[in-house]
């Protein structure tokens, strides 16, 4: 159900797969969380590229169904090459999400959960991620447990805890590791720095270049420079989600 949300494209309708990088927002307690669905699928990894580059908190999705898991961590597998990428794209923030867990055999079982759980924590310590400070959570994306509130399915989970410098956090559900996540520190006061994602060619509208601020502030009435054309401009509007913004 909630893939469902963000495979929007007919394409991936069809395919059952998330192709190009997909934006959704979403509000929590804490949070305005933009979601960048990256494809998972080996064909698109230039669109995940693009998509994790910009995140600031990774949610590493694992399927636990028998056989699924043990694919995507075999030695090409998407789950190893994604937290790879993850972390050598700078994304030093990190939540797995153990998913299916209603097709594990039996339904919701603990020892599944608890066997990927430990392979998932040896291979990402690998990479340079402290697993101490990885919230593992498991899910149903189809049924919705432990997505918002914990699950009946699985009275065995006690909740996620996680250690790290700024302090411990914990939770029993995957919304509550979103809202755990320790905000980044964003350097407004550096110049202007947005590298592009894309460009887009309004009619009525002109050129509407895409991405995000890395470093700095963007508000209308800015004269900016493109590299490396050395072109100059200057920015009519800022849109985040359809929605004109002040400042970026």
């Not at 893939?3 to 929007?8: N, Q, R």
């Not at 399915?153 to 919304?175: T, Y």
């Amino acid at each position: 159900k909630y893939a469902w949300v963000l495979d929007k494209l007919k394409a991936e309708r069809e395919r059952g797969i998330t192709i190009d990088i997909a934006l959704w927002k979403f509000e929590t307690a804490k949070y305005y969380v933009t979601i960048i669905d990256a494809p998972g699928h080996r064909d698109f990894i230039k669109n995940m590229i693009t998509g994790t580059s910009q995140a600031d908190c990774a949610v590493l999705i694992v399927a636990a169904g028998t056989g699924e898991f043990e694919a995507g961590i075999s030695k090409n597998g998407q789950t190893r090459e994604h937290a790879l990428l993850a972390f050598t794209l700078g994304v030093k923030q990190l939540i797995v999400g153990v998913n299916k867990m209603d097709s594990t055999e039996p339904a919701y079982s603990e020892p599944r959960f608890e066997e990927i759980k430990k392979e998932v924590s040896s291979y990402i310590k690998k990479i340079g991620y402290n697993p101490a400070a990885v919230a593992f959570v498991p899910i149903s994306g189809w049924h919705g447990d432990n997505m918002l509130e914990p699950s009946s399915k699985m009275p065995w989970f006690k909740g996620w805890a996680v250690e790290r410098k700024e302090g411990k956090a914990d939770g029993k559900c995957l919304i509550e590791a979103l809202d755990a996540i320790l905000p980044p520190s964003r350097p407004t006061e550096k110049p202007l720095r947005l590298p592009l994602q894309d460009v887009y060619k309004i009619g009525g509208i002109g050129t509407v270049p895409v991405g995000r601020v890395e470093t700095g502030i963007l508000k209308p009435g800015m004269v900016v420079v493109f590299a490396p054309a050395n072109l100059t401009t200057e920015v009519k509007s800022v849109e985040m989600h359809h929605e004109a913004l002040q400042e970026a």
